[in-house]
């Protein structure tokens, strides 16, 4: 798709390093530059002023990615897809069928409303949460890791939604301030919202999530 809009060799292509390196592939397939711009913290989104400030002369497109079901800031990133006669790509997710969508907004509201000690995903408008996302702050530093593994213990399947930002990768590595994709990176845990999940599902995430508080104790 690139190539077909006339992307290729010597211009930039600004997309998020929060996320799938798919993304990025394309961009390098094509002869461009992937440039990476940090995410709004709400949405997991690329942030309409990270990518302002991303832009160069050599800047050709941008590419929108949707997160977790949550939709990004699509009139503002195509206003300034405008302003800087860039072209804007999206990439979307998979589509979910209106009834399991509903199911999965029910059990996401049912989590909001009984978690403690983690911060619950802001629902917005038209998420679909085809990712329940929570993050785990930590006692001064995260610790995600030792929460997601007292988890699994008690019989809950969690996973890290994104375990490497593409500029940590090694072929794309980039000496690059991206300080919100650093700390989703490094709290950020999705929980089951399967349409599936019976209630004692749903009770079992929230008693085995609470019963640590949400914040351990750091191991150094």
């Known amino acids: 798709m690139l190539r077909a809009a006339g992307v290729g060799v010597g211009d930039e292509v600004v997309v998020p390093a929060f996320g799938n390196v798919e993304v990025a592939e394309a961009v390098a397939l ?7 711009a940090d995410i709004d913290p709400v949405t997991y989104c690329l942030d309409t002023s990270a990518v302002e400030a991303a832009v160069t002369p050599r800047t050709a497109a941008l590419v929108v990615v949707h997160r977790f079901g949550r939709p990004a800031d699509i009139a503002r990133l195509l206003g300034l ?3 800087h006669g860039l072209l804007v790509l999206e990439q979307g997710e998979s ?3 209106y009834d399991e969508t509903a199911q999965r907004r029910q059990r996401a509201s049912y989590l909001d409303a ?3 000690g983690v911060l619950t995903p802001d629902g917005g408008d038209g998420h679909t949460y085809q990712q329940y996302v929570v993050r785990v702050p930590g006692n001064g530093r995260p610790d995600r890791d030792a929460f997601a593994r007292s988890v699994r213990a008690r019989g809950v399947e969690c996973r890290v939604p994104v375990k490497t930002p593409v500029h940590r ?8 301030s991206l300080p919100e994709t650093e700390r989703a990176a490094d709290e950020t845990l999705s929980l089951p919202v ?6 004692r599902d749903m009770q079992r995430i929230v008693a085995a999530c609470n019963a640590l508080g949400g914040l351990l104790q750091p191991a150094f």
Request: include cysteine; aromatic fraction near 6%.
């Open 81 to 83: 897809g405008q302003r």
């Open 169 to 176: 990768l090694p072929e794309f590595r980039r000496c690059v």
């Open 95 to 97: 589509e979910v069928p």
């Open 194 to 199: 399967d349409a599936s999940l019976t209630k």
């Open 114 to 116: 009984k978690l403690k």
């Open 30 to 36: 094509a002869g461009a530059l992937p440039v990476f």
